[in-house]
Structures are given as C-alpha cells and as structure tokens.
Nanobody
C-alpha cells in the first residue's frame, strides 16, 4: 500500500507539499496518481504520472498542483499551490490502476 503524508490546515492561497511512500515494496516503475475525497463526495483523480514521465492534471488543479517523483527515494510528491477551500479533502496516492487504498492525509483549506 502507498501512504500519503504532509497534509494540514492552511489558509486559502497557501501551499502544501504532500509525500507518498510505499511500505514494503517499491513502486518506482509504476504509474502513480494522487486522488482526493471530500466529505460526501466520490474519490476523484487529481493528478497522474505515467512510468514514462507523462503528467496529467484534472482541470480543477491545472496550473496550481505539480506532481513529481524522486526515484532514488521511491517517493512521489504533490506540490499544491494557490489552495482553495474547495481543495479540502483527504488526499490519497496509489498506483495506476489503483490497488488497495492506504492511509490518506487530510488537507483543510480555510477561507
């Protein structure tokens, strides 16, 4: 499972950097994605990175979020800038296609 870290409370317009790491296995050759789930909503894909390095972003985060990967540390990051209250959600990372879901991290953006 992949575990997400780095969430917190931030004011609108602020930034956070989330990290994603695996427990017990490497995922450096896998496509990965960041997802989020707000209360009462379905889980949605926020950003993805193929194993050939192609990045894709949902329209609602395009230009604000940046996904990156450090292969040497087997870690994936999500830099979130210009955060909005509607970005409030639990954020998860997973391989693509998704396997079992690990720990997410809560991001709360206050207005």
């Amino acid at each position: 499972q992949l575990q997400a870290f780095g969430g917190g409370l931030v004011q609108a317009g602020g930034s956070l950097r989330l990290s994603c790491a695996a427990s017990g296995r490497t995922f450096s050759s896998s496509a990965v994605g960041w997802f989020r789930q707000a209360p009462g909503e379905e889980r949605e894909l926020v950003a993805s990175l193929t194993n050939s390095g192609v990045e894709e972003y949902a329209d609602f985060v395009k230009g604000r979020f940046i996904l990156s990967r450090d292969i040497t540390k087997d870690t994936v990051f999500l830099q979130m800038n210009s955060l909005k209250p509607e970005d409030t959600a639990v954020y998860y990372c997973n391989t693509l296609p998704p396997r079992s879901w690990g720990q997410g991290t809560q991001v709360t953006v206050s207005s």
